[in-house]
């Protein structure tokens, strides 16, 4: 399959999507908060927050790796997005959630997996900028490992599909 087909943007909700992972953007003590990641956590059920609790927190732009419990999927990959300040560091760390929720999902078997639209809820980053390092970050892990088979940016609303589905259509031309 070549690239265009596994890398694919689509709207809903992330916690009812069935796949091998999906992500969650976390915050640094992967104790729940709100947006996805309180709504992952509500779909999972509290064997997940047990199982956070024992992680130990994650550092900005690092990611975890837990089961899925009562979501449709096997694994939960939790990742922390920079809190958007304008800063250079702020792309950088963004990339390294997707660089290492893939490096995690390519270590764990993982084919296809589900990333929300990480640091663009309260975390405040620019969508268009944030889907450009998302799209291209993945782009070129999957050329450079061959995996995962398939990777799902799922978004929630309209607008933010429509920027998604018009950046991946730019790179394939
Ligand atoms: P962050 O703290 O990293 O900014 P948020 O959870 O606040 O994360 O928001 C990240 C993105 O996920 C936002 O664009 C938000 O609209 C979107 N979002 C919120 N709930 C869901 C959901 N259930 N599935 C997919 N995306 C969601």
Known sequence: ????????????DITKLAVDAIVNPAN?????????????????????????????????????LTKGYRLPVRYVIHTVGPIFRGRPEDSRLLAGCYTNSLTLAMDHGIRTIAFPAISC???????ADACKIAVDTCETFMETYDAP?????????????????????????
């Open 28 to 64: 640094t003590s992967l104790l729940g908060g709100g947006g996805v990641d309180g709504a992952i956590h509500r779909a999972a059920g509290p064997e997940l927050l047990a199982e956070c609790r024992t992680i130990g927190g994650c550092p900005t732009g690092e990611a975890r």
């Open 149 to 173: 088979e398939k990777v799902i940016f799922m978004l929630f609303s309209a607008p933010d599909l429509d920027i998604y589905t018009r950046y991946l259509a730019s790179r394939w031309g």
């Open 121 to 127: 809820g309260v975390y405040g980053y620019p969508i």
């Open 1 to 12: 399959m070549n690239l265009e087909d596994r890398l694919k943007a689509r709207q809903g």
